[in-house]
């Protein structure tokens, strides 16, 4: 569910990205995408395999032994949770991109705040699909300790191939200022406030149906 959704959002923005800025090449490197999927991908997925199942789960009805992987909502979420990523890279790409300029003009710095917003995206991600209904500030944080240690070592392994010059210069990156840096931190977080605000929304419906 959150590799998938995760996944979907990083092919969708270097599919969208030759299309909208023409003449541009895709964002990310090889060995950027492996990256992702090796470190912002793998290290969350890891906490999240040992999350705490949620309260009410003996109270829900059982699965169909029959029925696809992806029922239930879950191919629907994957998808929808990809292209939120998606849109809100690209949105913060193309919100950024006519001042390349005003940042250097090294077309290295817009990628690479393109290749920093996916992977703080992601993070806000892992943090938002440990419950289905509840918002995460409503779950113990104690809960499950890992997500929170892989959420904070990933960001911060993530800083580093920007800010540590051996490894800039081997991933590709280039560095950020600290207002391209929360530039991409502020884009990031909206994935999380979007992923939290569904849960809202679904609580309310169902409060509605119910009522």
Known sequence: KYI??????EVITIAATP?????ESVPLTPLQILWMNLVTDGIPAL?????PPEPDVMRRPPFNPQESIFARGLGNYIVRAGIILALI???MMMTIFPFRQAFGGDPAAWK???????????MGHA?????QTQLTLELNPFSNVYIWAAVIVT??????????EPLRNFFGTHWLSPLQLAICVGFSALVFVWLEGEKLWLRWVQTRRNS
């Open 4 to 9: 998938l959704g995760s996944n979907i959002g």
């Open 19 to 23: 299309i909208l800025l023409a003449g």
């Open 47 to 51: 906490a999240l395999a040992v999350e």
């Open 89 to 91: 890279t690209i949105t």
């Open 112 to 122: 690479t705040m393109v290749f920093t917003t996916l992977c703080l995206a992601q």
């Open 127 to 131: 943090l938002a699909i440990r419950s």
């Open 155 to 164: 960001t911060l392994l993530q800083l580093a191939l920007i800010y540590v």
